[in-house]
C-alpha cells in the first residue's frame, strides 16, 4: 500500500492500484486499518484512494457536512478523478450522499456500509458526550467479532456530533447503490438499510450474518 502526498493537502493519504477509482470513506470512529482488507482485495483492479477527511473537526449538523463534501470535491477536482466509485461507512455514507447530491456527474455508484442519517442511534434518550464515550470504551457496540476490536481501530478519540438526515434528498439520487448492513449492527439498525431502500431509486441491500456496525 502506498502513501502519496498532496501539495494542497497536509496530512498522507492511501494511494494504490490503478483502474476506476474507489474513494473510501471512514465514519467518526474509524481509520485506514479498517479498510486494509478491502484496499488489498480491490488494488489489482481499482485505483484505491483513502483521503484524510477532517470529519472530527466540524459539528456534523447539515451546513457542516456540505463543508466536508467541499472539501472532498476539492481533493477530487485536485487529482481530476473521474467516475468516482464512493464507499461510505457509518458517517462516511453520509457524507457519500451529501456529495453525490451536490456534485452527481463526479459519481458512478455509490456503497454505503452501515451508513447513518435516517435512523441510527442518538442522543435523544443518552447524553451525547456520555454515548459516544461509550462506543470508544465498549468496542463490542461496533464489532460483533470481539477478536477485530483493537487498538488500532478504536485508538482515534473524537468529539460530540450532531446527526444530520438526508432523507430530504435521497429520493433525487438515481445513481446505483449498494447497500451493506449488519444484521447484528447496534447503531444504525437493520432496518435503516430498508428505509434508505425505499427512499433511493436505484438501490439492492447485502445483509451479512454475525456482523456489527463494523463488517
Request: hydrophobic share 40%; charged share 15%.
Amino acid at each position: 500500500m502506498t502513501v502519496s502526498n498532496s501539495n494542497l493537502y497536509t496530512q498522507a493519504y492511501v494511494n494504490t492500484g490503478d483502474g476506476q477509482p474507489v474513494i473510501l470513506l471512514n465514519g467518526l470512529f474509524g481509520n485506514v486499518h479498517i479498510w486494509k482488507p478491502l484496499v488489498e482485495a480491490l488494488k489489482n483492479s481499482f485505483q484505491v484512494i483513502i483521503p484524510r477527511i477532517p470529519l472530527t473537526n466540524f459539528v456534523l449538523d447539515d451546513t457542516n457536512v456540505k463543508q466536508v463534501a467541499q472539501y472532498l470535491h476539492e481533493f477530487i477536482t485536485h487529482h481530476q478523478l473521474q467516475n468516482v466509485i464512493l464507499v461510505g461507512h457509518a458517517v462516511g455514507g453520509q457524507l457519500a450522499l451529501m456529495y453525490t447530491h451536490l456534485y452527481p456527474a463526479n459519481i458512478r455508484k455509490l456503497v454505503l456500509v452501515s451508513s447513518g442519517g435516517l435512523m441510527e442511534r442518538t442522543s435523544s434518550e443518552v447524553d451525547t458526550t456520555h454515548y459516544i464515550q461509550s462506543l470508544l470504551e465498549e468496542p463490542e457496540q461496533r464489532f460483533y467479532l470481539k477478536e477485530f476490536a483493537n487498538e488500532a481501530i478504536t485508538e482515534e478519540l473524537t468529539q460530540t456530533s450532531k446527526q444530520f438526515r438526508v432523507s430530504t434528498f435521497l429520493n433525487k439520487i438515481d445513481h446505483p447503490v449498494l447497500l451493506v448492513w449488519g444484521l447484528q449492527d447496534p447503531i444504525s439498525p437493520p432496518e435503516s438499510a430498508l428505509h434508505f431502500n425505499d427512499l433511493l431509486g436505484n438501490s439492492e441491500i447485502k445483509f451479512i450474518e454475525d456482523c456489527g456496525h463494523v463488517p
